[in-house]
């Protein structure tokens, strides 16, 4: 498994903007996935996309995949205050058993 | 129902104690994990059971043991605590460990050591 690594650190707008966050990867992927983590929670899964898929969408979310660039981006469309989390992207390759190596994630907040 | 449950939420202790962190997840999962956040929010797993037997082991102290009575059950010791074990310990689950599943996480404990 490998380590994501998201863009920018923080991220700061106000409410019906659009969000946009970048996931950057090392090696090639069979799967990548987004998860977000609220102040003091757990994380939550919000979407996975396959190294053959190249957009996906799930509500407001809409995640890209460029394998060639081994990149991923996250957007949220018209954000709510309760959009305001950190994100974690988490590129799954290799033969590791179900293992995730999660980066620093993008803390996002979304001004009322 | 919380689905992945751990206790306590909160541990604040001394160095040198010994101290033990508890999780249970009732979603029928095979596979369960630990995971540490440190202070600059990096999220590292430290191991994974499946089934009851140890299926990743990443490399880290063996001040730290976790056991797993049954599947549904996944407890971490940690003995001789030290400074740098403070951190948010996260509990996680899957349906069967493989590849490109969704992982279900607890709400974490909160570990001081003073």
């Known amino acids: 498994s490998q380590q994501g690594e998201e863009d920018p650190q923080a991220l700061s707008i106000q409410e019906g903007e659009n969000a946009t966050m970048n996931c950057s990867y090392k090696?090639?992927?069979?799967?990548l996935q987004w998860y977000r983590q609220n102040s003091g929670r757990g994380l939550v899964h919000l979407i996975l996309i396959r190294s053959n898929e190249r957009e996906k969408h799930s509500g407001r979310l809409r995640v890209t995949l460029d394998t060639s660039k081994k990149s991923s981006s996250l957007l949220i469309t018209a954000s709510r205050a309760a959009d305001t989390a950190s994100y974690f992207c988490a590129p799954d390759g290799g033969t590791s058993y179900g293992k995730l190596t999660f980066g620093q994630g993008t803390i996002l907040t979304v001004h009322p | 129902d919380t689905a992945v449950s751990q206790t306590p939420k909160y541990l604040v202790t001394q160095m040198g104690n010994d101290k033990s962190i508890k999780c249970e997840q009732n979603l029928g999962h095979d596979t369960m994990y630990w995971y540490k956040q440190d202070s600059k929010k990096f999220l590292k797993i430290m191991f994974s059971y499946n089934n009851k037997e140890l299926i990743i082991n990443e490399t880290v102290p063996n001040r730290f043991s976790p056991k797993s009575p049954d599947k549904a059950h996944l407890n971490l010791h940690i003995n001789s605590l030290e400074l740098g074990d403070s951190a948010v310990y996260f509990c996680a689950s899957s349906l069967t460990g493989l590849q490109g599943e969704t992982q279900y996480f607890g709400p974490g404990t909160r570990l001081l050591v003073l």
């Open positions: 090696t090639s992927i069979n799967n």
